[in-house]
Nanobody
Framework: VQLQASGGGLVQAGGSLRLSCVVS????????MAWFRQAPGLEREFVAA?????YYADSVKGRFTISRDNAKNTVYLQMNSLKPEDTAVYYC???????????????????WGQGTQVTVSS
């Protein structure tokens, strides 16, 4: 299984971007999909996850939306009202058997994409 993330770029504060993550398996059977991010000098942090319900980090709640299109084997992250502190490399991740208590933990996910850079200028 391979995950291919795209959609990053440079945007001004207050702007929007939509990230996409395409999963390369015939049937999109991964049960939990998530987005993480890592800013320079900082640890990777959870952003959002989709497992029947949606889960968000407090820092992005109300601004970001995760969604899934099984017909296209794709997970999206719509990012609105972007802030300079959202600047990071964004990674999509997928896992089966992820329980709610670990949904915000990177080690719970077996599959990772290569990352896409998001830069928000002030």
């Amino acid at each position: 299984v391979q995950l291919q993330a795209s959609g990053g770029g440079l945007v001004q504060a207050g702007g929007s971007l939509r990230l996409s993550c395409v999963v390369s398996e015939r049937s999109f059977r991964i049960t939990t999909m998530a987005w993480f991010r890592q800013a320079p000098g900082l640890e990777r942090e959870f952003v959002a996850a989709f497992r029947w319900n949606e889960y968000y980090a407090d820092s992005v709640k109300g601004r970001f939306t995760i969604s899934r299109d099984n017909a296209k084997n794709t997970v999206y992250l719509q990012m609105n009202s972007l802030k300079p502190e959202d600047t990071a490399v964004y990674y999509c991740a997928g896992g089966n058997g992820v329980i709610v208590s670990t949904i915000r933990t990177g080690s719970a996910y077996a599959y990772w994409g290569q990352g896409t850079q998001v830069t928000v200028s002030s």
